[in-house]
């Protein structure tokens, strides 16, 4: 099946310093999808990559997919508390695979 | 709210039982994901349906089943339950095709006693 890997599993960072996840995938991807689940909460879709280099932003976040459609990151300048959570990468094929996770602590 | 909604919220059950996971999702959409999250996991895909044929199967166990109704609704069974199979089960919908974002429920959380 889908490999994904998602790197790193962890992040703790003061509120206010930036945060990066990363999404790697040893094969070509057709798109990508990023999601947020906050602490007791349910997975809810953030935003959709397609397109080879593509760069999308939603206020402090930034996506990206890589040149070769292999790899995406998610980006968030100066983080605040209520990006608490775990951001997960999610690909499509025949089936709809998530990666592992990055679990966000923000520290006040 | 995301339009998914799941019963029960919670479900506590002893080793060796059959519970049902019901899932009806949001208006208009056609497919219906079951995903399993232990505690500190990542998400399982279990199985995915679509207008009420199977589509796709992940890991899941013989000792689950699943099927979609022409309704559209899904219940997910669980049998011959185990102390591992405690975690929380999420359904997501999707409007169509492999590309549409998922949407979903608030999930059920089972734990196997």
């Known amino acids: 099946g889908q490999q994904v890997m998602q790197i790193p599993q962890y992040q703790h960072v003061q509120e206010g310093e930036d945060f990066t996840t990363y999404c790697n995938s040893s094969?070509?991807?057709?798109?990508i999808q990023w999601y947020k689940q906050r602490p007791g909460g349910h997975p809810v879709f953030l935003i959709q990559?397609?397109?080879?280099?593509e760069v999308k932003k939603q206020k402090r976040l930034t996506f990206q997919f890589g040149e070769a459609k292999k790899n995406s990151s998610l980006h968030i300048t100066a983080t605040q508390t209520t990006d608490v959570g775990t951001y997960f990468c999610?690909?499509?094929?025949?089936?709809?695979?998530f990666g592992t996770g990055t679990s966000l602590t923000v520290i006040p | 709210d995301s339009g998914v909604t799941q019963t029960p919220k919670h479900l506590i059950t002893a080793t060796g039982q059959r519970v049902t996971l019901r899932c009806s999702p949001r208006?208009?959409?056609?497919?219906v994901y079951w995903y399993q999250q232990s505690l500190d996991q990542g998400l399982q895909f279990l199985i995915q349906?679509?207008?009420?044929?199977?589509?796709a199967k992940g890991n899941i166990l013989e000792r689950f089943s699943a099927q979609q109704f022409p309704d559209l609704h899904s219940e997910l069974n669980l049998s011959s339950l185990e102390l591992g199979d405690s975690a929380l089960y999420f359904c997501?919908?999707?409007?169509?095709?492999?590309?549409?974002?998922?949407?979903f429920g608030n999930g059920t959380r089972l734990t196997v006693t």
């Open positions: 990559l397609v397109k080879s280099g």
């Open positions: 094969t070509t991807l057709s798109n």
């Open positions: 997501a919908s999707s409007a169509e095709g492999y590309n549409s974002p998922l949407h």
């Open positions: 349906y679509y207008n009420g044929e199977e589509r």
């Open positions: 999610a690909v499509t094929g025949n089936q709809f695979y």
């Open positions: 208006s208009g959409d056609l497919s």
